[in-house]
């Protein structure tokens, strides 16, 4: 069965650097999407990508954060200066045109 | 914006008993809900889905409701196995063209005992 994949499982960054979690949608999927789930807390929407742009973002989604699907393949969610509150869950998701989504194994980011 | 409230957060059954995860939301326009799994160390998958034209819909061991007046949906898991323990989360949404944005309940801990 095709999985989205993520890299890597687990990334412990310091606070202020940038880190860039990478996603693999699935191949023949056209929509990608970003969300994070803080440690016991709900699973919170990012962002969502079609057609080489960003179609929706919410509140959290702000200037510290972009994404990029930079060769047809991967696509990554970047954050420029880390902060503690950062530390969550990051889920990649995919999707055709149809209801559900496919949702990565996700990456646990620790900021230290 | 949508909110959705679920309920218990953590859900302890015992093997072969059923088990009944309740989700309300606030926006009338929702008009899809999907249930996801999330086991351990995995990202949720999306185990069975409902939208609003339909009242219950059943897929083997396990079947969701909708009350659309009352904006409430459920699971119901029935006969349950110990590899049903997981996190369960409801979502709402409403569906326009071919993208829509899930929220997402807080998510409850089934754990089936053997």
């Known amino acids: 069965e095709p999985e989205v994949t993520q890299t890597p499982s687990h990334q412990v960054t310091q606070m202020g650097q940038e880190v860039i979690l990478r996603c693999v949608p699935i191949?023949?999927?056209?929509?990608f999407y970003w969300y994070r789930q803080i440690l016991g807390q709900k699973v919170e929407f990012l962002v969502s990508?079609?057609?080489?742009?960003?179609?929706?973002k919410s509140e959290i989604f702000d200037d510290q954060f972009s994404v990029e699907r930079p060769d047809g393949s991967n696509f990554t969610l970047k954050i420029r200066s880390t902060k503690l509150e950062d530390s969550a869950m990051y889920f990649c998701?995919?999707?055709?045109?149809?209801?559900?989504?496919?949702f990565g194994s996700g990456t646990r980011l620790t900021v230290v | 914006g949508e909110n959705v409230e679920q309920h218990p957060s953590t859900l302890s059954v015992q093997e072969g008993d059923s088990a009944v995860i309740k989700c309300t939301y606030s926006d009338s326009a929702s008009n899809y809900f999907p249930w996801y799994k999330q086991e351990l160390g995995k990202g949720p998958q999306l185990i069975i889905d409902i939208r609003s034209n339909v009242g219950e819909k059943k897929d083997q061991r396990i079947a969701v409701t909708l009350n659309k007046t009352a904006k409430h949906f459920s699971l119901h898991i029935t006969e349950t196995q110990p590899e049903d323990s997981a996190v369960y989360f409801c979502?709402?949404?409403?569906?326009?063209?071919?993208?829509?944005?899930?929220?997402f309940g807080r998510g409850t801990s089934l754990i089936v005992h053997p």
């Open positions: 191949s023949n999927h056209l929509y």
């Open positions: 979502a709402a949404s409403y569906r326009t063209g071919g993208s829509y944005i899930p929220t």
């Open positions: 998701a995919s999707k055709e045109d149809s209801y559900g989504y496919t």
């Open positions: 990508f079609y057609n080489n742009e960003i179609s929706e």
